[in-house]
């Protein structure tokens, strides 16, 4: 590869075209669902950082809890002011933009739709919400290989596990 590359019509050094491109999430950019997730939650909880789990609870066979898990926060992501901005541009992307199909009645949704380069096909499909926008419950991250645009196959499934979760936490 060359060391100079070209952004918009100024030659500037490969490393700047990178970093240039890692600002909208394009180029060699690599990311887990796990961590949009992350990121979403953090975007959601006024820019804080929640350490995952995969089990929420443990009950005994007569259905006595035995442990559960208990959200720990490990530090800012942003700042409450940067997450709160970023988040009110989440509404307006299921508002009034590519995340309209993500839409859920009477419940607001913020969310961000994408598509991920892929060298060997079509572009894998992205999509990342939380709801309620303005009282956050969950959060939602999918990803679906060979899609396309987040807007065409990742923010209907989205939207669908949006409902079933609203239901179950009784927000719905």
């Given at each position: 590869p060359s060391s100079v590359g070209k952004l918009g019509d100024f030659s500037c050094p490969r490393g700047e075209v990178m970093l240039s491109e890692?600002?909208?999430?394009?180029?060699?950019?690599?990311?887990?669902?796990?961590?949009?997730?992350?990121?979403?939650?953090?975007?959601?909880?006024e820019g804080k950082v929640i350490e995952p789990y995969l089990v929420e609870m443990v009950r005994a066979p007569g259905g006595r809890v035995l442990a559960r898990a208990r959200p720990r926060e490990v530090g800012p992501a942003v700042g409450p002011a940067t997450a709160g901005a970023v988040a009110g541009m989440m509404r307006s992307v299921v508002e009034e933009g590519t995340g309209r199909v993500a839409q859920l009645r009477g419940i607001e949704v913020a969310g961000k739709t994408g598509s991920a380069e892929n060298p060997h096909g079509e572009a894998h499909s992205w999509f990342t919400c939380f709801a309620p926008a303005d009282d956050p419950a969950v959060v939602v991250t999918v990803l679906v290989e060979n899609a396309g645009a987040g807007s065409e196959a990742a923010a209907p499934i989205a939207r669908e596990v949006l409902e079933h979760l609203l239901e179950r936490e009784g927000i719905r």
């Amino acid at each position: 590869p060359s060391s100079v590359g070209k952004l918009g019509d100024f030659s500037c050094p490969r490393g700047e075209v990178m970093l240039s491109e890692t600002a909208f999430g394009q180029g060699a950019t690599l990311v887990t669902p796990l961590a949009i997730a992350r990121l979403t939650l953090a975007l959601a909880q006024e820019g804080k950082v929640i350490e995952p789990y995969l089990v929420e609870m443990v009950r005994a066979p007569g259905g006595r809890v035995l442990a559960r898990a208990r959200p720990r926060e490990v530090g800012p992501a942003v700042g409450p002011a940067t997450a709160g901005a970023v988040a009110g541009m989440m509404r307006s992307v299921v508002e009034e933009g590519t995340g309209r199909v993500a839409q859920l009645r009477g419940i607001e949704v913020a969310g961000k739709t994408g598509s991920a380069e892929n060298p060997h096909g079509e572009a894998h499909s992205w999509f990342t919400c939380f709801a309620p926008a303005d009282d956050p419950a969950v959060v939602v991250t999918v990803l679906v290989e060979n899609a396309g645009a987040g807007s065409e196959a990742a923010a209907p499934i989205a939207r669908e596990v949006l409902e079933h979760l609203l239901e179950r936490e009784g927000i719905r």
